[in-house]
């Protein structure tokens, strides 16, 4: 269990290295091949109190299984963007997400910890808190090939020794046809 405090006390450096540390925990869990789930609190209270918006993660791709307590499917609906403010927002202890905040809880844990550019996009918004945003629409294509992009560099996609870069990105673009994928990542990580 990795448990994170974001309270209304926590400034942007708090917030960051919180969402680092559970990221790094992540990763690790995962490439370290483990069994079982992991689950992912987050609390905004001091302490580890409650409220807190629950994550449970499978060690199989950084799959998350459930949000507090209810079975997901693992779908993207709509693709709201993501403010520094979600996170003293997220529904907490029973209540069920909607399809926009699950996919804001995807984005920012699993698709980060799979992914470094994503991850640094978050943590700019996480630790600039305010009115910072993340466009997850943004984020749909690197999203979308990560399997395809693991496979192009050498890495095993369901335990993962290390996130994806940039490089890893262009690597897997410079190797495809003349398809709207590869244009649209080569756009994104220019060499």
Known sequence: MVDWVVTGNSNGMDRMLGYQRVLREMRQFVANNAAGTMTINIHRSPGNAPPTTSLTMSANNFTVTHINGHAINYNYGALLPFLASDLDA???????????????????????????????????????????????????VPVHVYDKTCTAVGLDSASPARPLTAADYRQYANGLGNVKDKHDLLQMFPA
Do not use: C, H
């Open 90 to 140: 997220f529904p907490a202890g029973a209540v069920q997400v909607s399809l926009p905040v699950k996919a804001k809880l995807l984005y920012m844990l699993p698709e980060a910890a799979r992914s470094v550019p994503i991850e640094e996009d978050f943590t700019r918004v996480i630790q600039a808190m305010g009115t910072a945003m993340v466009d997850l629409n943004r984020w749909f």
